[in-house]
């Protein structure tokens, strides 16, 4: 009987034992492993955001639609009203104007190209065109094609001037000629020296008569070419020149056709949609059609059907590090028995922070706009200015993490 009750209670004991031991492990494991959530906690109250909306006219212009009245509904993305932008009115009918200007221009260049083309042709004849040649508006190719009529009228002056000098050097040649046949026979019959020496005087006087006449011909002949190669080459820059003049109107009239349809669009599209659902509140300044308004001038007033409730918290000025914009909020309403929380994140935080001369020492604290999270629960109706508490989810860590890092520390944190 001894040795039954000694073994139960060993057993019981030894049981006792790795029950201990495997908690302890579990505990362990929990405090090593396990994260929880470090919360900056606060307080707030409930307020609902402002129900009115102002409507302001964007840009000056006319109004063009208006047919609302005060205290008719209006939902989400109804048309309020729309008018007439003067910037870009005046705007895109400035670039209509420079754009037909750019096409004139271009139909004015491509015929001038045209006819300066034709013109490297030495046999070519231009038209004649009433809409241009003559006119202070005319063609660069009609005074070229002048110059090359007077040109050809130089040439047949040079031709008939080079023909002439020929013909003076053939009679010369006869003339040398016939004094050289009389050299010969001067010599058979044995003239005097005199004679001899005045005849051939006669012959050097008429070859440089004939030399002459022939550096005249070439004078002739390179005044003749320089005016042609003159005329020539200033044609070729002239239609080198309106070759890029062509190409900077087609790329203007291509930028500007390009940035007058976006204004067009721009005049078609100027209208003020309802942001929200509501009703209008106020029309100000009797607008109706035909209607001049300012730039940023206050147009209507829309009450909103629904207010968005939100949650007026503060946090103290400690905790600033720990607190950004867009972190997970929890809210609990202060309420006895009410354990239910909300979910919702931080929307705005204060620039700077402000003292409480009502708490102990003039703490200071941050300003801090928490939003309801639509998205994972139905937002409560709750009326506005009631109390509530904020625990403002700065991270998660392990329990031993949090244990180690309070060591030393003057910060207090809550544990959610």
């Known amino acids: 009987m001894l040795k039954e009750y000694m073994s139960f209670f060993i057993n019981r004991r030894a049981f006792s034992i790795v029950l201990t031991l495997a908690f302890i492990i579990i505990f362990i494991f929990y405090i090593l492993f396990a994260k929880i959530d470090i919360v900056s906690s606060g307080t707030g109250v409930i307020t609902g955001s402002n129900d009115k909306i102002d409507i302001v006219s964007p840009d000056p212009g006319f109004v063009s639609v208006f047919n609302l009245k005060t205290g008719e509904s209006v939902h989400k993305g109804q048309l309020l009203f729309s008018y007439v932008n003067l910037d870009s009115f005046y705007r895109e009918k400035t670039l209509n104007e420079l754009v037909s200007f750019s096409e004139r221009n271009v139909r004015k260049v491509s015929d001038n190209l045209v006819l300066l083309k034709k013109l490297i042709n030495p046999d070519a004849e231009l038209p004649y065109n009433e809409t241009y040649a003559g006119s202070d508006a005319g063609l660069s ?15 047949e002056n040079y031709l008939s001037r080079i023909d002439n000098i020929k013909k003076n050097i053939d009679n010369l040649n006869m003339q ?13 019959s044995a003239a005097p020296a005199v004679e001899l020496l005045n005849n051939s005087a006669e012959i050097s006087k008429i070859q440089s008569q004939i030399i002459e006449a022939n550096f005249k011909i070439l004078d002739i002949e390179n005044v003749r070419k320089k005016q042609r190669d003159d005329f020539y080459n200033r044609l070729l820059g002239e239609i080198v020149n309106e070759s890029k003049l062509l190409s900077e109107q087609k790329k203007d009239i ?12 721009k005049v078609k599209s100027n209208s003020v949609l309802s942001p929200v659902d509501g009703s209008i509140l106020d029309i100000t300044q009797n607008l109706t059609n035909g209607s001049y308004i300012e730039p940023s001038q206050l147009v209507m007033k829309i009450k909103k059907d629904k207010v968005d409730r939100l949650i007026d918290a503060r946090f103290d000025a400690r905790y600033r590090p720990f607190i950004f914009k867009g972190a997970k909020v929890r809210i609990v309403i202060n309420s006895p028995g009410y354990r239910r929380y909300y979910e919702g994140f931080v929307s705005k935080i204060s620039v700077d922070s402000f003292i409480d001369k009502d708490t102990p020492g003039m703490r200071r604290f941050y300003k801090v706009e928490i939003q309801y999270d639509k998205e994972k629960q139905k937002v409560p109706e709750y009326n506005e200015g009631i109390q509530v508490s904020v625990y403002a989810i700065s991270k998660k860590m392990t329990i031993f993490s949090y244990i180690f890092s309070l060591i030393n520390s003057n910060i207090t944190f809550n544990v959610w």
Do not use: S, V
Request: aromatic share 8%; proline share 0%.
């Open 254 to 265: 291509l930028k500007n056709t390009g940035e007058m349809e976006l204004l067009r669009n």
């Open 141 to 155: 190719a009609y005074k070229f094609y002048h110059e090359k009529l007077e040109l050809a009228g130089d040439e």
């Open 176 to 188: 040398k000629n016939t004094l050289e046949q009389k050299n010969a026979l001067l010599k058979k």
